[in-house]
């Protein structure tokens, strides 16, 4: 069964910062790894999504990475805003099309 | 223009009732999902469901049961509501296929069951 984990689960930054998230699965036989981002009261969006076959994708300020094979994926911010503030959320799709999600970094950037 | 939208996005009832809660995409996908995010924001798969098969998560209690009229809609009845079932429930929609593409998630539906 796989089991999605996120580190840390809150973190504050003073604006500016450059600042990295982590996740981890246990299971590597996945298909595609997803970041998004949760803000309070609202539903997901998308960020950033990596196939099994890749090792890293951009988009603006945000890099994601995978290292499938240890079941690692990191969300690089630079330059943190106070509108990066929300919960990023990582996940995981194995077969049958459906996410594993972790637990979620909630993130607080501050001006 | 809303994307993957869910009615209502409030709902409020008491113990031992039936409600439904409507999905609908206007994305072209083929696949739907329910997801369940419960008190401490842990947000897990409830069902895929694209128009030959359903999958249905082991976990689920068979008093949950999707409906899906057609290719646009998943719909998702709960009978004889329980305390546990206050959560926040989330539809979304991709296509299916093993390329993996992005899901696209609703606002959500706040269930508060007294």
């Known amino acids: 069964k796989q089991e999605v984990t996120q580190i840390p689960a809150a973190l504050s930054v003073p604006e500016g910062e450059n600042l990295v998230l982590n996740c981890s699965f246990t299971d590597s036989a996945i298909y595609n790894l997803q970041w998004f981002r949760q803000d309070p009261g609202k539903g997901l969006t998308s960020l950033l999504l990596?196939?099994?076959?890749?090792r890293e994708q951009t988009s603006g300020r945000l890099n994601a990475s995978l290292d499938k094979s240890s079941g690692r994926s990191t969300l690089y911010i630079a330059a943190s805003q106070p509108g990066d503030s929300a919960t990023y959320l990582c996940?995981?799709?194995?077969?049958?099309?459906?996410?594993?999600f972790g637990g979620g970094t909630r993130l607080m950037v501050k001006p | 223009d809303t994307a993957v939208s869910q009615t209502p996005k409030y709902l409020v009832t008491q113990m031992g009732n039936d409600k439904s809660i409507k999905c609908e995409q206007n994305l072209g996908h083929d696949t739907m999902y329910w997801y369940k995010q419960d008190s401490k924001k842990f947000l897990k798969i409830m069902f895929s469901y694209n128009n030959k098969e359903l999958i249905i998560n082991e976990t689920v209690p068979n008093r949950f049961s999707p409906k899906s009229p057609d290719k646009a809609h998943l719909n998702l009845h709960i009978n004889s509501l329980e305390l546990g079932d206050s959560a926040v429930y989330f539809c979304?929609?991709?296509?299916?296929?093993?390329?993996?593409?992005?899901?696209?998630f609703g606002p959500g539906t706040r269930l508060l069951v007294l």
């Open positions: 990596i196939q099994s076959s890749q």
């Open positions: 996940a995981v799709r194995n077969a049958g099309n459906m996410l594993t």
């Open positions: 979304a929609s991709s296509h299916f296929g093993t390329s993996g593409e992005t899901q696209y």
